[in-house]
């Protein structure tokens, strides 16, 4: 049985572009960026190439360019590089943990956070952010697409908001990047984060953009890597192969592959709530990320659905996280006031080797699927 493959936000597959790039990686120029020789001096040019190519995407300068481990390193040094304790953050509810949990590691360590809602349809209110500012506010951190619903953040308004307030403005790209074209000047923000292994690059690479001029603590304690921003030996496969999918991603704009993304989404959506009754899009009313789909199903249970899938050949998610042995709803979900609901929500998150065939041999499977949970569902039952 082939596989389907619906769960892109949680990681995608390496383009074959992308392996290709790696493989000299590590038996022939494999030497450390940090050597002087000649292997050294090789794989210090393919990382400085990277650099660029990711740069390029970003629509930033090479030396805002710092190279991490991921998504998750990424956000932990743009909070913890900048806030001191007794200073002030303000992010969202709906953050990725990455963002949630370091804000929550910065209370224990003596500053304070503020942790703004989002409306119905998923998105964080500007004004909310601008109503949270304090004198002792150090930085705003609210991502631009939540990687649960796809919903875009109203960023460069927050931006504008962080610049006149004179706070540092980070936001977590990870599920934007090569999804949305980005340009940190045209948001306007001093931080950004992004993760190779959403954008079909490697899992374990990442970067952070620092602005010019932004003075970040490193987190890590070691050697000068990265101009004293990030101590440790550059991921050089990893890196090679980020790099490259920030390439192939620039071509898949470039040919339109995101409204091609977009035209499957909306047919996979528009062909599920016309054959199952009681299914409705999350943030269907937000501007979203062309791949992201989640939909609630009344009267399912998430993990039944993306089990009875799993069998099927078919890997989708939801957004619950399993918390001393009990299994949360989504906090995103919740924010957005889903009650419930929340437990009946599935993700369906397309990527860029997804075709129209798989949309349609899912959506010929999810009516069944759906109907099949909701014979054993006593709340369904009962309507
Ligand atoms: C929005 C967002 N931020 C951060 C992360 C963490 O990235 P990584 O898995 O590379 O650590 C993820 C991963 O799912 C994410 O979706």
């Known amino acids: 049985m082939r596989r389907i493959y619906f769960d892109n936000n949680a990681t995608t ?29 090789r794989a210090r040019a393919a990382v400085e190439a990277a650099r660029e190519q990711v740069a390029a995407l970003l629509g ?17 040094l743009a909070l913890f590089g900048l806030v001191e304790p007794g200073e002030h953050v303000i992010t969202s509810a709906i953050e990725h943990h990455a963002v949630l949990n370091a804000c929550h590691r910065l209370e224990e360590l ?5 942790f703004v809602g989002c409306e119905a349809n ?12 304090r004198p002792e506010t150090k930085m705003i951190s609210v991502m631009m697409a939540n990687n649960e619903t796809g919903a ?52 374990g690479v990442g970067a952070l953009y620092v602005r010019r001029g932004t003075l970040l603590k490193s987190m890590l304690v070691g050697g000068r890597h990265e101009r004293g921003r990030r101590a440790g030996t550059e991921n050089l496969p990893g890196i090679v192969g ?6 192939m991603a620039q071509e898949w704009f470039a040919r339109g592959g995101d409204n091609q993304m977009r035209a499957l989404r909306d047919r996979l959506e528009q062909a599920i709530c016309a054959a199952v009754e009681g299914a409705r899009i999350n943030s269907r009313e937000a501007s979203r990320v062309p791949n992201t789909s989640n939909i609630l199903f009344e009267g399912i249970e998430g993990e039944g659905f993306v089990i009875a899938m799993d069998l099927k050949g078919i890997s989708v998610s939801t957004g619950a996280a399993c918390s001393s042995g009990a299994i949360e709803p989504s906090h995103v979900l919740t924010a ?3 009650g419930e609901g929340a437990r009946s929500s599935i993700r369906f998150s397309l990527g860029k080797q997804n075709t129209a065939e798989e949309v349609d041999a899912v959506i010929s499977v999810v009516p069944d699927v759906v109907h099949k949970l909701r014979e054993l569902s006593p709340a369904w039952a009962g309507r």
Request: hydrophobic share 45%; with cysteine; proline share 6%.
């Open 152 to 203: 875009l953040q109203p960023v460069q308004e927050i931006a504008e908001i962080a610049r006149k307030a004179d706070v540092y403005f980070h936001t977590d790209a990870v599920q934007a990047a090569a999804k949305v074209p980005i340009d940190v000047e045209q948001i306007g923000c001093d931080l950004l984060t992004v993760a190779a292994h959403k954008m079909h690059g490697p899992q």
């Open 336 to 338: 957005m006031g889903l």
């Open 242 to 247: 980020f790099g490259k999918a920030a390439e």
């Open 60 to 76: 930033a300068r090479t030396s805002e360019i710092v190279f991490t481990s991921g998504g998750t390193e990424s956000d932990n």
């Open 13 to 41: 597959p390496l383009l074959p572009e992308v392996l290709a790039a790696m493989q000299p990686c590590w038996l022939e120029n494999f030497g450390n960026a940090s050597s002087i020789h000649q292997q050294g001096q």
């Open 110 to 114: 003596g500053a304070a956070v503020t």
């Open 122 to 133: 998923g998105m964080v209110q500007p004004e909310a952010i601008r109503a949270a500012v």
